[in-house]
């Protein structure tokens, strides 16, 4: 509590400065109410006579006014629309009466405008205003005393004095130096009658503990430079002989009015004898790196990143907004925590590069907390644009996409398209925009860092991204036991898995040559040989994914590649789950690269000196990972294939009158729990609206009972459901959508499949279910997406070989090929061509 509170109506005077050093001001408005740049922690006396109503009051507190004093009239009409800690009651003690509930609940406080210091009164509306700060405020011309401050801290009520009865020069017959009103309220307990003096930076962090007294309170109010009490030496001017002085920016009391706070702007190397910023250890955290960035500014060392950031704008803002994003897309709490110190970082050094500390910082958002008004805090249009073009299909004024409500029911919107223009169908078929040229440029840093720094930087951004420590990131085999420890149960079903999946790639594979005799004397061939050297990309890290090892792993071993190389996030003890770890030993994996995302890619693309170069990388991932699959193999130095382009996952769901809505339901749930941005859509063959409306009730009962809620509320909410009047139709339309999974539950499914031509798996009636494609049945979960289902295949043991062509000619067969090679040679003015045929035919033509 503070010793007193003066009342001022002139601002930026040397009083004003002093009595802002020691506590809160007030600010009496009597003809009008300015709306300066308010000192913090003031108060604003509203004159009973000006009219004003709860905007105006509003508008005030939003500046950055602590608390409003407001006469009993307007405190009526205040009482519940404005907070009562902001709001203090302006009461003449010969107007004192009964007051409502809602008056005393309506307000923190009572200033009390009183002929004279009486105790008992004042203790009676105390009493009645329970639990509220109460302020007295004397309207006699006679001069208040020390003893009248510390009269009222008895009672706990604190004196308001007015600016004319205020000096800073010795107190008079009619003026109380300031300094001596604040010590008034002090109390010491030492027999020296010195005060614990706890000292801080401007951001409150500890500096030292010394001693004030009197006399040295007195000397940094009125001066405002840090001065205490030495128990050796007497009065110690901070700072007077080393130079290290200190700009007093608050004295406060603490609770029991024995002991202060300083808090000041330290000048020089510090605010300790041994030139440290504390006494009682080097700074860490937020206030080492200021003080280092403020180093840094005035005189970096030449070719550090810090003075390249300060000398290069355009560099810092894209690292901001680049540490902006990763902190966006980090997940777990350690990412959370790494991603945010990168960005406060750079962010502290665009502030220092200002003129900007941590302090304002903290001033700003003290000033943003007091604002009782407050904006929806919708985003702005360039990040709603951004978000929806990454996550969010293309609209048109008949297919906008709702806003997710969170108690609102989890459904799809719906479209019919027989009310459906092809300009609208168009739009309906399309996929968010994937702006891959803006992901490959982030990643190329990443990339580019790998291929020339190898192992160094493998390590480094394995630390940074994945959170790992580690010394090597590669696992040869064999492997040992100990990191294969698995449950039996997960173990029995990852070897049915192992073997339906094994069954169905081996078949894919009959290793005959293909020959084929074009003409008489010309046999023509074809050749399988597997790609020698593959890379697997799993994703997990904290997740499990021996599914994706397995669907990449097993064809990689039916077609006989040499080295398989398996690349995983590391787990935070650098290790590999015992699942993935089991499944790399069954297919034979040649080594394992513990690490993710686009330094992962780039280490298999480009070899290391650990890690085997491989020749094509399989795998799905995010969209790092897609963007660095995407870079490396257009790099002839990298010389590197990748399977396919990935989008979002994605399903479509054709349903008609014989549909089970609880399996449509889950069907549709099961590929949108993958996140935001899975693409859901269901296809209502001819179906009723009540049989519609079951289905929708089915995906959202499921969906509440969902750990992943809130990923599938915001997928659900941005996915459709699109009526069509037959099966063709809806057929149609899934060809020209090309979805990655495509699920028929329709009467005699089975006999629709020939009319299916874009789809990158297909699951036929009602007891299909996509997990099973996902996780055992035979087929490959690895799958085209965002439409290329139209141009490529899923992974399968094709994908793993190349396929080499031969011919073989003799004689007889050259003669009757020759001529015809010759001609179309000469046709395209080829002469070499032509002449490696004639050659040979006048050879052959020679006795």
Known sequence: MAAFLPLLTEENSPLFYALNRIGPIILDAQDSIPLPETPQHSYLLVDPNIPVDAQDVASWLDVGVEKVIVPLSLVKDLAGTIPADRLILLLDVANVGAFSDKIRGGVSGVLLKTPSIDLDTISSVAKFFEGSSIFVLSTSDSLITPSNIRELQGINATLVLPESQLTLGPTSSSKLNVAEAFIAGIVSDRPDGLFPTVVTSETGHSLGLVYSSRQSIKESIITGKGVYQSRKHGLWRKGETSGATQDVVRIRLDCDSDSLEFRVLQHGTGFCHLNRQSCFSEASGLPALEKTLRSRFENAPKGSYTKRLFDDAKLLQSKIMEEADELCTAETKEDVAFEAADLFYFALTKCIAMGVGLSDIEQSLDKKAKKISRRPGHAK???????????????????????????????????????????????????????????????????????????????????????????????????????????????????????????????????????????????????????????????????????????????????????IVLATPPRADGSISPEVMYVAKLVGASAILKAGGAQAVAAMAYGTRTVPKVDKIFGPGNQWVTAAKMLVQNDTDALVSIDMPAGPSEVLVIADHTANPAFVAADLLSQAEHGIDSQVVLLAVNITSEHLVAIEKEVDEQARALSRVDIVRQSIGKSITVKTATVEEAIAFSNDYAPEHLILHLENASEKVQYIDNAGSVFVGPYTPESCGDYASGTNHTLPTNGYARQFSGVNTLSFQKHITSQEITAAGLGNLGPVVATLADCEGLQAHANAVNIRLRQSRLP
């Not at 291929?451 to 994945?466: H, I, V």
């Not at 294969?484 to 149960?489: L, V």
């Open 381 to 563: 249009p360039q990040w709603i644009k951004q978000e929806s073009a990454a996550i969010s299909p293309p609209t048109t004024s008949s297919a906008l996409l709702p806003t997710a409500v969170v108690d609102g029911p989890i459904r799809m919107r719906t479209s019919d398209l027989a009310n459906t223009t092809p300009e609208t169908r168009s739009q309906l078929l399309r996929r968010p925009v994937l702006k891959s040229d803006e992901m490959i440029e982030k990643v190329k840093p990443i990339v580019e860092a790998v291929r020339t720094r190898g192992d160094e930087a493998l390590l480094e951004l394995t630390a940074k991204f994945d959170k790992a420590q580690m010394t090597s990131t590669v696992i040869f085999p064999p492997f040992g036991p100990e990191t294969m420890a698995i449950d039996e149960g997960v173990r029995k079903a990852i070897d049915v898995a192992y073997s339906n999946i094994y069954k169905f790639h081996a078949a894919q594979t009959t290793g005959e040559t293909l020959t084929v005799e074009t003409m008489p004397g010309v046999v023509c061939s074809r050749f399988a040989r597997p790609i020698a050297r593959v890379g697997l990309y799993v994703p997990g890290g904290t997740a499990i994914l021996p599914s994706t090892a397995l669907m990449l792993g097993i064809p990689a071993q039916v077609a006989g590649c040499k080295e």
